[in-house]
Each structure stands twice: as C-alpha cells, then as structure tokens.
C-alpha cells in the first residue's frame, strides 16, 4: 500500500498519494453517476405504495400491476414494435448512406452527410412538433409508421457516424482487391466489406433500437390512442403523481438498456 | 492508330461511366435524404412559414413582436439560457477531473470505470429523471439520509424548482461532456508529457502548460453539445422543475396543447433552431464541426 | 498448370486530369506480349494512375486500353481479368490465407474440389504450401506478400499489375523477392506491369522500363539502354548518380572548357548538349591516354562508404565531379587525401551527352 502511495502516477512522476484527491473526486462522480439507476431497482421490488429503499417488505406487486394492465401492455408493445422497426428501416438506409457518402467524392456528398446528422443538433421538440402538424395533414398521427418514421431520422445521425467511422479505418482497397479478383461491387462490398465492418452495424442497429424505444418527446406528439409508446405513458404517469408501477417500469427498462449497451461495448471490443 | 476517333469516343463514354458510378453512390443516400426532407427538413420549412402568419392568416410579425415584448417571454429565455449555462459549468467542473482520471488508467480499468458513463448515456432519460425526482422528493431519500446524519433537521426543498432541475440535467449531460473529452485526452501523446518533464516542468506545471491547453479542444467540443443539447431540454425541466422552471421547449408544447397558437409555437421554435445553429456556426469557425459529429470522410 | 501466354496491351492517348493538373498527358505505350515492364518515376508522375487505369479502378478522361485486341477502357475492373497485387496488399483479414487466394476461383463459380487444388498449386508456387488454414494476421510481411501474388496469379490471368508490392519489405526480404518475382515472371509468361520508384528494383527486374515524369513517359528502354544511353537530363538525373558538365558546340564537335571530346555516338540532333558523368566510370590516370576524355581537378572532400568510396573533385572550371572507387588495396584515390591533384580518364563509350532540356515541355 505505501510503495504504491509514493509510487508515479504517470509519465511526470506525481504520485498516488499526491493524486488521491482525484480519485475520490471520481469515484463519488461514478458512483452519482449510476446511483439513481441502482436505486430505483430495489424500491420496485416493494410492497408498499410509498417508494421506500430499502423496501421494508418484498413483493412484486407493481410488476404484477405492470403486466397485467391492458394499456401497459399496449404501449409496452407499441414501443418494441417502434423499436424494432425503427431499427429494421434506419439501419440498412443509414447503412447505404453511410457506404454511398463515404465512397463518393462529389462534393454534394459533405453536404448530404451534413444534412443526415442535423437530426442530432435541431432541437427534438422542433421535429416532433413539425412532424406532428405534416402528419396530421397526412393522416399519420397516432400511426406507427408516422412515428417509426420520426424516429429513424433521430437514429440515422448515430449510425451514420458509427459506420462511417468503421469505414475510415477499413481499407477500401480490399474492395478495390476483390473487384480486380472478379467480384463485381455490391458482391465486393458484399463479401469482403460488410463482414468487416458487421460489428459496427450491429451495435449502431443497437443504439437505434434504443434511440426509439426511449423517446419521449415526439412520442408524445405523434403516437396516441392505441399506438401511445411506453415513454409517452410513463411520462403522462409522472406529471400527476408518483406511481411505483413505474420504478418496475423503469427496472425493466434499465436492464433492456444495459443489456444493449453491455453487447455494443462486446461487439465494439471484438471488432478486427 | 484510328487515335482521334476512338478517343473522341471514349471520352464521352467513360464520361457517361462517371457520371452514372456518380450519381449511383449518391443515389445509396437518397432513401435517407428523402426520409430526412420529409420528417424533418419540409415541416421545419413549413413551421418558419407559420410563424409569419398572424391570426388572421396574413403576413405579420406579430409572433415575434409578442417575443420581445411579453415579460414572460422574457423570462423564458433568461431561464433557458441561465440553466444551459449554470449546467455546462457544472459539467465542465466534475466532468473535466473524470474524464482526465479514465483517461489516466490501464485501459481495462478504463473500459470498466467508462460503463458507469455509458449505461447512464444509454438508459432512458425519463428513467433517470423518474429516479432523481424519487430521490430529492420531501420525503425522499435523500432528506431521510440528510436527517438521518443530522446535516439538516426539515425536509428541504430539493426538487420542483431551479435545484432539482440542475441536478438532474447536469447528471443527463455529463456523458455528452465527458465522451468527447475522454477521446481527445487519449489522443493526447504521452511524448508531450515526457518532454515537458525533460525540459524541468514539474507534475503541476506540465498540466497546466502542455496537457491542458492540448485538452481544450475536446472540452469545448464537449461543453458546446451539453450547451445546445440544454437549449432545447424538456422533460427533465418539466419533471424536476416542476412548473416553476419553464423553458422554451417547454413553452412550444404549452402553446401547442393548450392554446392550438401554431403561430407562437412556431416563432419560438425558429428562435430556438437559430439560436442552436448560430451557437454552432459560430463554434465551428472556431473549431471544425468534424471534430464534433465525427465527420464523413477520410 | 497455372502458366498463361500473356497478352499485348496497347495504350494510346489516356489523358487523366485532376483539375488543371495532367496526372496522364495523352499518354501511349506499347507492352509487349509477356514482358516484364516497370513503370518507373518519382512520386505524382502518373505510374500509379495508370497502373490504376489498367486495372479499371481509376476512369481515365479518354484514351484507349487495349488488351490484345479487345478495348477494355470501358470495362469495369471485375471482368478485366488481370491479376492485381496491392502495395499494402489488400489481403481480407475475415478469410484464412485459402479463402484468399480461392476467392478469384469462388467468384468464378468453380468446382470445391478444383478450387482447392488450384489453391494449393498457387501457393506451392510461391512457396507456401501448407500454409491454407493460417489466418493472415499470423503471418509475416514477406508470407503476405507470397499470398498476395498467390490470390493474383491462381485464376490464370493472362496480365499481372504489381503496385510497389515489395515496398514495405526490408531490403534483405526485398532483393530476395525480386529475383523470385522474376522467376515466377519466366515462369508464368503473363504479361507483367510492376510499379516502382526504386530505380535499382526496376534495373534488376525488367525487360524494359518506361520512365514516367509529369504524366509523360519519358524514356522507354532496356534497362541497360536507360542506364548508359539516357534519352534526356530527367532519366540521366533520375536513375543513378550523375554530374552534368556543360559543352560548347561548333558544328559537330562538342568541347568541354576548351578541350574537345572524344566520342563514340555524337549526337545528330541541334541544340545543346551535356556531357553526363557517372562516377563510378571514371578512372585514375597518370600517363598520356589519348583514347579517354581527361578531367583533371583537386579532392574537396573524401567519404569512404564500405565497399566503394565517393571522391568530390573540383575542376578547373570550377564544377565538382563525384568520383566512385574501389576500396580495394592499391587503388589511387584510397591515398589520396583532400587537397590532392588527380587526373581521372571517361571512355569514349562512357561519354554520353544528354540534351541540356530536361527533356520537359518546353522546359
């Protein structure tokens, strides 16, 4: 313990011990950062209406609540639904524009890369509100392909520059290779491109899912009626008064995320 | 050599190949672009274009001039702005240590340390303000622990106003900041520190004088997404702030659900958008935009 | 099994710009059926492009490629049916070294059991048998290179491109290489382009080498012929190490301050000319040798190199010659030390005058 007290910390000789201050900083930092998550876990396990930690009584009560709640289960369903389509269509033309943008030395190609991440920097009540009065004339508010829609524009800036990023540190004479061997550019980008760029597509194919099924705010404007999503639910749930039914909500929720995150950083590792 | 014909030929055939392998990678966008225009681009065309209507449905400016005019607009926009400054402050003074300590440890270390930013960043940030307002509520656990201690006898006000809202922007935020940052200190050479020391600079000054300034980048980088990010928050200000702190993404819906006032809406979500891309244009002309989207090409 | 009879390739009038800049002037070039031909120049002379041109990966803005008879300007890369090895070779690292090299054979649809025999043979020729199931990051620099040229050569085509492929060797590894790409090259009977910028590989390896500046070709030749008769100061100045002294001209006869020159071909054209120097053709002499050109002049500096020394002369006129010799025992400039007057002799044979252009546009 005290050699490594008065051991160098790093390549100008400070100390540990002259650096503790840091690393207590830190980790109250990293431990304010995953507290609340953590707590909530517990408290959805209780068995009284009031949100205690610890539960003084164990139950499962509000998960019981959870699942056996009609509108609940609508909207839990709405929202993997949402997910899982959002991430069906974003990833292969978020994919394709990525390729197509990376590949392409047309000077418009800047500016469409440009206009594909601007989803990421205009403020989300602006598209949802925009969205919202363009699908009422439409007819696809409180559709699912008007909010499927709406959220594959949130979730290509992510997988555009996941996968761009992917491709600036794949060699593209592999593909020039396989082209030259015979292969013609879709079988090229097909065989020797996509397989080792497949990690980087999963885990922005992830990040998709999550990006739809976390969404409030233009869930809040554009679904509804049988096709309100999970978010839009809890939140409407949280302006009036604190329900425990949604820190099992929120558990669920939690793990799902974490899972994801947990596989991207695994699939993030194992790339090359 | 049949030269001059056959060239004169090929030229504008291989012109024609050119321009057709062109269009075709342009073409692998579209499906995005067309999705995007639809979304995002034509119903924020569509929204400037309301927000220059009056009442009456003619041309006007009355939108804007209620803006200016009204005091609670006023206050409004001094409240989003004071919150996105005092959270970028807060961030920049926690996240800038965490991010320099994650950046110092053995990469395994590391990689385990930077899942406490990362499953925060990827859980849902309604989840996360669910959690801060069962925390900081009256009889939350946070009093219950402060009078447990005896750091206070009363239970003291810590969410539904400015403090709440901070504290869970700020832990919303940070990741946006710390990211970025942790990226940029990796990419800082240690060959810069060994020759800091080598010149006679000691631990504090080799800080101060090399790792820093080579850091900024990424912290302004960093600050910058929190600082835009901040302008248009929602739902944690309408959780925690619990009405007493309004912002202008806040005032956009209030306009929209409760009055049908498109016009108004739409002006202040103008404001807003012009606010964020002019803080960006600026910022950008300071540093390259690549540097924070993560840029396109090689 | 793997030999092919190569194919003629002729180009003609491929012009590549990029903006106002010429990286392929009109450029034309006959390749002999199953030659070994090096595209040599300094780096941006346009040998890569056309490498690039040839293989279908870059789109000239016109011209004509022909291989044998058949215009294939206008063909995409993937049914040009050349072999191609890459600089940094471009192996797939998701495939094993036997997914590599089959993969020309798999595209074309053929049998399992015929794909993995010809595999084999490919990579017996190049010295890897065996070697199918590694992957490629188990491999060395040289080992990647050898699968390269397998996966290049296995389908049998009847033209190779070979971009710097030896580049990233050392120099050991690389002359070793050079002499077996050469092998394999007689061989095989493709028809072989090779790009580099190392004078010395492109002397060693080629048939001929065509010299490259500015998108132009500037010199195309034995490399015998490239070496001793450089058509124009560029390729003199580009490959090996030379000095230049300026004549003046009366008619057909050539002097070098004041002296008249011996010479073996003198050139026919106008114009002037320089007398190009090749250090290491120089010779001490002391006595009368009526045959040679004589260059008298004091040591400036002495730098002994190992095998060979280098010695900088000033002549009379004042121009500094370098002077190659020998280490061995015995020889004159071994004794001499700086300040020393020595009298060096150029054989009419080795007396070679250049153009005093640098063989540009104009230039």
């Not at chain 3, 008249?260 to 002037?272: I, K, N, S, V």
């Amino acid at each position: 313990m005290m050699r490594w007290w008065h051991s160098p910390a790093s390549e100008t000789q400070i100390t540990h011990g002259q650096r503790l201050w840091l690393y207590i900083l830190s980790a109250l930092i990293m431990v304010w950062l995953v507290a609340p998550s953590i707590i909530v876990i517990p408290m959805s396990f209780s068995q009284s209406q009031y949100l205690e930690f610890p539960p003084r009584e164990w139950s499962l009560r509000w998960y019981a609540h959870y699942f056996q709640s009609v509108e609940w289960m609508a909207a839990t369903r709405t929202s993997l639904l949402a997910g899982v389509l959002t991430m069906l269509l974003a990833t292969p033309i978020g994919v394709a524009a990525a390729y197509g943008l990376f590949v392409s030395r047309h000077p418009l190609a800047r500016f469409m890369f440009i206009l594909l991440v601007t989803p990421i920097i205009v403020p989300v009540i602006l598209i949802a509100i925009g969205a919202f009065y363009i699908y009422v004339q439409i007819g696809l508010v409180n559709s699912l392909l008007g909010l499927v829609l709406a959220h594959t524009i949130l979730a290509l800036p992510l997988i555009l520059v996941i996968v761009s990023a992917a491709l600036k540190s794949y060699d593209l004479n592999q593909e020039l290779a396989a082209r030259g061997l015979g292969a013609s550019r879709l079988t090229a980008f097909l065989t020797v491109t996509l397989p080792q760029i497949r990690f980087s597509i999963i885990t922005s194919a992830l990040l998709a899912f999550l990006t739809s099924f976390d969404e409030v705010i233009v869930a809040m404007f554009v679904s509804g009626g049988d096709n309100s999503t999970l978010t839009r639910n809890m939140f409407n749930a949280l302006r009036d008064q604190i329900d425990p039914t949604i820190a099992a909500i929120s558990t669920i929720m939690i793990v799902i995320s974490s899972t994801l995150v947990i596989l991207t950083q695994i699939f993030g590792k194992s790339k090359d | 050599m049949s030269a001059a014909g056959d060239t004169a030929l090929n030229a504008r055939l291989l012109q024609r190949d050119a321009s057709v392998e062109r269009w075709s990678l342009l073409g692998l966008a579209s499906p995005a672009i067309l999705v995007v225009m639809v979304v995002m681009v034509l119903p924020v065309g569509w929204l400037f274009y309301l927000s220059f209507l009056g009442d009456d449905g003619q041309f006007s400016l009355e939108n804007y001039n209620r803006m200016i005019e009204s005091k609670a607009y006023g206050r409004i926009f001094w409240t989003t702005f004071k919150v996105s400054v005092l959270t970028t402050l807060i961030c920049i003074l926690i996240g800038y240590p965490l991010a320099y300590f994650l950046a110092q440890l053995p990469s395994r270390m590391a990689n385990i340390c930077l899942l406490t930013v990362l499953l925060p960043f990827w859980t849902s940030l309604l989840v996360r303000t669910y959690a801060w307002l069962v925390l900081l509520q009256r009889k939350g656990l946070l009093n219950r622990w402060a009078m447990d201690i005896g750091l206070w006898d009363e239970p003291v006000k810590l969410v539904h106003n400015l403090n709440g809202t901070l504290i869970g922007m700020v832990h919303i935020m940070l990741p946006f900041l710390v990211l970025p940052l942790y990226g940029s200190m990796k990419a800082i050479s240690e060959d810069y520190m060994k020759a800091s020391s080598n010149l006679g600079a000691g631990p504090v000054q080799t800080f101060w004088h090399v790792f820093f300034p080579l850091s900024l980048p990424g912290l302004f980088a960093g600050a910058l997404i929190v600082f835009v990010l901040c302008l248009g928050f929602f739902v944690t200000p309408a959780v925690l702030g619990g009405g007493r702190v309004i912002m202008v993404a806040m005032q956009i819906t209030t306009n929209i659900e409760l009055f049908f006032n498109w016009g108004a809406a739409s002006a202040l979500g103008v404001v807003l958008l012009i606010l964020t891309l002019g803080i960006l244009f600026a910022a950008s002309r300071a540093l390259r935009l690549d540097n924070i989207l993560g840029g396109g090409h090689g | 099994m793997l030999e092919s009879a190569g194919l003629p390739i002729t180009i003609s009038g491929v012009t590549k710009t990029y903006g106002a800049v010429y990286a392929l002037d009109s450029f034309d070039l006959a390749i002999q059926q199953g030659e070994f031909l090096t595209l040599l120049g300094p780096s941006g002379s346009g040998k890569t492009t056309l490498l690039m041109a040839l293989a279908g990966f870059l789109r000239p803005d016109s011209g004509s490629i022909k291989f044998a008879d058949r215009e294939i300007i206008l063909t995409p890369p993937h049914k040009r049916d050349v072999g191609m090895v890459f600089q940094n070779y471009a192996l797939f690292p998701h495939m094993t070294v036997a997914a590599n090299v089959g993969y020309p054979l798999k595209l074309r649809k053929r049998p399992a059991d015929e794909i993995a025999e010809k595999v084999e043979a490919a990579l017996d020729t190049v010295q890897l048998g065996g070697y199918g199931a590694r992957r490629i990051y188990q491999l060395s620099g040289g080992q990647r290179q050898r699968v390269a040229l397998a996966r290049a050569i296995v389908f049998g085509p009847r033209i190779l491109l070979m971009d710097e492929p030896l580049s990233a060797l050392d120099k050991q590894l690389r002359e070793r290489m050079q002499i077996e790409l050469r092998h394999l090259h007689e061989r095989l009977g493709m028809t072989t382009v090779y790009v580099t910028h190392d004078q010395r590989e492109a002397l060693t390896m080629s048939d001929r080498i065509a010299v490259i500046n500015h998108g132009r070709l500037m010199q195309l030749d034995t490399p015998r012929h490239i070496y001793d008769r450089p058509a124009n100061r560029f390729v003199a100045d580009f490959i090996g190490e030379s000095t230049f002294l300026p004549l003046t001209r009366s008619g057909d006869e050539f002097q070098f301050a004041g002296t008249p020159l011996h010479l073996d071909q003198p050139p026919t054209g106008g114009g002037d000319y320089m007398l190009l120097v090749r250090p290491e053709r120089l010779k001490v002499v002391d006595g009368p040798a009526p045959d040679l050109n004589i260059f008298a002049g004091e040591i400036t500096e002495l730098v002994f190199q190992g095998d060979t020394s280098l010695a900088y002369v000033r002549l009379a006129e004042g121009t500094v010659i370098a002077v190659r010799a020998s280490t061995r025992a015995g020889e004159a400039v071994q004794d001499a030390k700086v300040g020393d007057r020595l009298s060096f002799g150029l054989s009419r044979a080795d007396s070679v005058l250049v153009p005093a252009e640098d063989g540009e546009d104009g230039a």
